[in-house]
């Protein structure tokens, strides 16, 4: 009777570990998509980032919109997702193509 009892208990104690370790493991395993989640995120705002600033540079150097946005397009090729679009506007109307005399 009592090795029984002694087996009753191993059983149950495996069990508890499986039953543990399956939910340690799907804790972990959530944990690790949305860290991944929060690194996709992070990489599309630097991308993004970088190409207002490309765009901003390229503006600055020649004065012109639509190189300006040509840059930031070029810039921005590496995002995921769909159609990306991008508008740029100079204060005062001080674009190439609307000199002022």
Do not use: W
């Given at each position: ?21 399956a ?25 993004i ?37 991008v ?12 000199r002022?005399?």
């Open positions: 009777m009592n090795t029984l009892v002694s087996r009753r208990h191993l059983a149950d104690d495996e069990a508890q570990a499986t039953l543990e370790l939910l340690v493991i799907s804790v972990l395993l959530l944990i690790t998509v949305a860290v991944c989640q929060l690194v996709l995120a992070l990489n599309c705002y630097l991308v980032n970088s190409a207002g600033r490309y765009g901003a540079r390229r503006a600055a150097e020649t004065n012109d919109g639509e190189a300006a946005r040509k840059a930031s397009l070029q810039s921005a090729s590496g995002l995921p997702g769909g159609h990306v679009e508008a740029v506007t100079f204060p005062e109307g001080r674009d190439k193509a609307r002022s005399p």
